[in-house]
């Protein structure tokens, strides 16, 4: 009798005999849910309150190994004393690494690759190569009193600059590479030009983002003393930005500056404000305009570096990715809605709140997929 049953009447009850997804077993969960990015993640556990509740929506932690690195997406890395955490946003991955050459160390940039800048005691400057364990020592210098610092380029490339100056942007000082001992510059500006980020460099360029919204600049290749006082200038200023010009003095709280394209954009932060301010710098004009969409980029900024990508996983783009997380994952702001969010969830609180938990030491890292492998040398 069996056989006389059409089949679309047997697949019918063989689907009708099937356990319902909401069923899966909670280790089938697990294993799928470690295969999704943070995007698809979070509609991963929107499929049903069973999915939800079974997948646990924390970080993963990861044995360190090279691979980590290498998925192209900006990692933050934080050092802390003689060990570094490491967290991925995008792909909602965290890593802990022991690493001993970097106890009593503390964090001052980041740049191109998986380089970090770093400083110790009261002279010793150096680099460190997260994925290769790559220590460069560079001459010593006396670091009490450096609050900025940025280099030009991977450390191992020639012409690698490297800028460190206090925070008042008076005393600078570069170092190239080979270069034996570093040249000092005495900065002369009217007013104050306290700048909180890690400055900018293009070419023979530095850009600096002050405080108060304002850009100063220089040529560090072809910095003259211009007048008979000793003391140098910068070549190129742009004021603030005529909306920030409205915000009651020390109103911004924090600043951040990035290079897109060969454009600087400046990131504002202000006690009270609901939403991010963003900008663009023309360079030859030095004007400003209002940035409102990033399109399909995305942009993370934090004190040690600043990174403008385009987005390679689909939900990612048109976002700023801050220092912090919530629940174990990344915070964001969201163009599309002008509101903080996670993966998961909006995020509630007060901006106030927000700023004061920014993390102050750590930076954004980006290793090309097919990036070339470090090896020892001498700067």
């Not at 690493?99 to 980041?110: K, N, T, V």
């Not at 800028?163 to 104050?192: C, M, N, P, V």
């Not at 220089?218 to 409205?246: Q, S, T, V």
Request: glycine share 8%.
């Amino acid at each position: 009798m069996e056989d006389h049953v059409p089949n679309s009447v047997q697949e019918e009850e063989q689907e009708q005999e099937k356990p319902p997804w909401c069923d899966l077993f909670p280790e089938l969960l697990d294993l799928v849910s470690l295969r999704l990015s943070a995007p698809d993640f979070s509609s991963f556990r929107r499929v049903c309150a069973s999915w939800r509740s079974v997948t646990n929506p924390v970080l993963r932690p990861l044995p360190p190994t090279a691979d980590f690195f290498r998925r192209g997406t900006p990692i933050l890395a934080t050092v802390h004393d003689d060990f570094c955490t490491f967290f991925d946003p995008i792909h909602n991955a965290a890593l802990r690494a022991d690493i001993p050459e970097l106890a009593g160390s503390r964090l001052r940039a980041a740049g191109e690759g998986d380089w970090l800048l770093l400083t110790r005691a009261e002279r010793e400057v150096f680099f460190f190569n997260v994925s290769a364990r790559v220590m460069v020592r560079l001459p010593g210098l006396d670091i009490i009193g450096i609050d900025v610092a940025c280099f030009s380029g991977p450390p191992d490339a020639p012409g690698c600059t490297v800028l460190l100056a206090t925070q008042a942007l008076r005393d600078i000082f570069f170092l190239k590479r080979g270069e034996a001992a570093w040249t000092f510059r005495e900065f002369e500006h009217k007013g104050s030009y306290a700048a909180n980020c890690t400055p900018v460099m293009l070419g023979d360029w530095c850009y600096f983002l002050r405080s108060q919204g304002n850009t100063v600049g220089f040529n560090y290749a072809e910095w003259e003393d211009i007048g008979d006082d000793g003391y140098y200038y910068h070549d190129i200023y742009a004021d603030r930005p005529e909306p920030l010009r409205k915000w009651r003095r020390g109103r911004i709280d924090q600043c951040f500056l990035a290079e897109d394209e060969g454009e600087l954009l400046a990131v504002f932060l202000g006690y009270g404000e609901t939403r991010v301010s963003v900008f663009g710098l023309d360079l030859r004009s030095r004007t400003w305009r209002k940035v409102d969409k990033l399109e399909n980029k995305m942009m993370f900024v934090s004190q040690g570096s600043c990174l403008v990508v385009h987005a390679s996983v689909r939900g990612t783009g048109n976002k700023i990715y801050l220092p912090k997380s919530r629940g174990g994952h990344g915070m964001f702001y969201s163009f599309a809605t002008n509101k903080f969010h996670t993966f998961l969830d909006d995020f509630p609180r007060k901006r106030s709140e927000l700023i004061k938990e920014v993390k102050p030491s750590c930076a954004w890292i980006r290793v090309p997929a097919g990036a070339r492998n470090i090896k020892p040398f001498t700067w």
